[in-house]
């Protein structure tokens, strides 16, 4: 914890209070918020305690560069991990990693990372024990690094993991910044300011186990198409090579068992009505927690999410069978906005109706009256609190502070900070670095103010 407030005191320039929020006829009988001191630390600060930028270094030889690439020309969708050495350094910790694993990610953000010396911007995974064991980095086992594609603002997806952990959202993944070198046989490349990230799975679990309730539960992702409407939907064991609706990625070997319990918590949120669902929901899930994270979620304008797209999600099920829900990839969001299912305006889209009534989980819930006022409550408290426009243009800007002097990199990509979302989208008019009637802050907090 003392490292988070290090972080704290470095980069806000202006110390951010929560505004109080009088309570409405119905909040007197609402679960308590969780302070932030009820989540775990998180392994990966956005800036660690020394206020620097740290650090990361990875060198591989051509050998094995060339596996990669023929591996990519192969199959785009790879999964071929190559070897590398790995160091981290923020200048208070320095740990190295040798003969770690290393991979390209991403589905769409995919692109050919290119030759020696002359690389582009790419995703990239970590896993330190794929060649040998017991080796992690910042206590992790695996790391992900991630380019700000589409985020020429260098921030969307830090500060929403930062958003999710300051709400007590404490299934949120951790992610900061760090400046990345990858040197191929000797040929150095300085890559920028990329996002670390922790990683779903293995030390993810551990992390949070006493949270959780037990680290060897079943631990899934889900994919395009997970509406949890259909107990027949494709199911299978993470193979590297099938693009499974959900994909079971702990403990294989116990695939049947997991699949079963999914198939039944499927059924009976489909079926189950009134008292009888909320009495079962209640039992099955941390409910306070599940619409917590999704206020978060409407809070950033994330439209690619499970209410409305059906899709960026990993859920896990603790050994006593209860369901976590677990927000992932968070890099389209702040007006970012795009038009896809029901969304059309990622800024003032009603909270409500966020997505379809087809995918049940959060529309059912919603149907209780304090559950419903318990979603609304949280979202009045992130507007008048971490996510209100002035306290959140202040953290962003002071990230930009630190990380703005190491932006420019040898790759020529993506050179400058700007205040503008992705190109592709559509509401251009969004800012989140200026006041104004298109802050996206801004608009947000009007929608949740009228909210009834």
């Known amino acids: 914890m003392k490292r988070i407030l290090g972080i704290l005191l470095v980069v806000l320039a202006v110390a951010c209070g929560r505004k109080e929020i009088v309570p409405g006829p119905d909040d007197s009988q609402l679960p308590e918020i969780p302070e932030l001191a009820q989540i775990p630390p998180r392994v990966v600060p956005v800036l660690p305690a020394s206020g620097k ?58 692109r050919y990372p290119g030759e020696a010396g002359n690389l582009h911007h790419v995703h990239f995974g970590l896993h330190f024990e794929e060649y040998a064991e017991n080796q992690k980095l910042l206590g992790a086992s695996r790391l992900d690094l991630k380019w700000f594609k589409d985020d020429a603002a260098y921030c969307r997806e830090v500060y929403c993991y930062d958003l999710f952990h300051r709400a007590g959202v404490w299934t949120a993944i951790s992610s900061g910044y760090t400046r990345l070198w990858i040197t191929i046989g000797g040929k150095e490349t300085y890559m920028g300011v990329y996002e670390l990230m922790e990683h779903v799975r293995g030390s993810y679990l551990k992390h949070r186990k006493d949270l959780f309730g037990g680290k060897d539960g079943h631990l899934w992702k889900a994919r395009y198409g997970a509406s949890l409407s259909d107990a027949n939907a494709w199911m299978g064991v993470d193979d590297n090579e099938h693009d499974y609706t959900y994909e079971l990625k702990s403990k294989p070997e116990e695939f049947a068992l997991a699949k079963a319990q999914l198939q039944d918590f499927i ?33 950033v304008g994330m439209w690619d999410d499970y209410w409305n797209n059906m899709n960026n999600f990993y859920f896990y099920f603790n050994p006593d069978g ?131």
Request: glycine content about 6%; hydrophobic content about 35%; aromatic content about 12%.
């Open 322 to 452: 209860k369901f976590f829900f677990i927000p992932y990839d968070y890099d389209n969001t702040l007006g970012t906005s795009h038009e896809c299912g029901s969304q059309r305006d990622s800024g003032r889209q009603d909270p409500y109706r966020w997505g379809s009534d087809s995918n049940p989980l959060i529309v059912k819930l919603l149907g209780k009256a304090e559950w419903k006022a318990y979603y609304k409550k949280c979202l009045q408290e992130l507007c008048a609190g971490d996510f209100e426009a002035n306290a959140s243009m202040d953290r962003i800007k002071g990230w930009h502070t630190v990380i703005a002097p190491f932006v420019s990199n040898d790759t020529g990509e993506d050179m400058e900070i700007k205040d503008r979302p992705a190109s592709w989208g559509n509401k251009s008019q969004y800012r989140i670095l200026s006041p104004g009637t298109n802050n996206f802050f801004t608009v947000k907090a009007s929608v949740v103010k009228a909210m009834k």
């Open 53 to 110: 930028v740290p650090e990361v270094r990875i060198s591989i030889t051509e050998a094995q560069w060339k596996v990669l690439l023929d591996a990519f020309d192969k199959n785009n969708n790879t999964q071929q991990y190559i070897h590398c050495d790995v160091t981290y350094s923020d200048g208070v910790i320095s740990e190295s990693i040798k003969d770690a694993g290393l991979r390209l990610k991403g589905n769409t953000s995919r």
């Open 267 to 299: 059924r009976q949120l489909n079926t189950l009505k009134g008292e009888a669902f909320y009495n079962w929901a209640a039992e099955t899930m941390d409910v306070e927690l599940l619409l917590k994270t999704y206020a978060v979620n409407v809070a």
